[in-house]
Nanobody, 122 residues
Framework: VQLVESGGGLVQSGGSLRLSCAASGSSNPINHMAWHRQTPGKERELVAS???????NYADSVRGRFTISRDNAKRTVYLQMDGLKPEDTAVYYCYGIVTVHTIEATKYIDVWGQGTLVTVSS
């Protein structure tokens, strides 16, 4: 499974962007999907996550401004970002946990996208 992000770019403070992450390749199920972000010199941090059933979780810094959603039929996860702030500037990465069933066992594999840059100007 490959994850490909799109939708990053430059936006003014207070503006909005919508990120998309589409899964391609094998049809193995992806139960947990999330968005993380990273800025230079800092660790990658969780922004928001969503399960197949639609349960969501948000970082305190984005709760109320960002909304994560997914279309299971399209194997795509979205991140709607409203009220953007300069401190939201980062590379945003899509993440998924892929379930792989083999004869021996069920495996759970972490998959990351290549990242998309979001820049918020003040």
């Amino acid at each position: 499974v490959q994850l490909v992000e799109s939708g990053g770019g430059l936006v003014q403070s207070g503006g909005s962007l919508r990120l998309s992450c589409a899964a391609s390749g094998s049809s193995n199920p992806i139960n947990h999907m999330a968005w993380h972000r990273q800025t230079p010199g800092k660790e990658r941090e969780l922004v928001a996550s969503i399960t197949t059933g639609g349960s969501t979780n948000y970082a305190d810094s984005v709760r109320g401004r960002f909304t994560i959603s997914r279309d299971n039929a399209k194997r795509t996860v979205y991140l709607q970002m409203d009220g953007l702030k300069p401190e939201d500037t980062a590379v945003y990465y899509c993440y998924g946990i892929v379930t792989v069933h083999t004869i021996e066992a069920t495996k759970y594999i972490d998959v990351w996208g290549q990242g998309t840059l979001v820049t918020v100007s003040s």
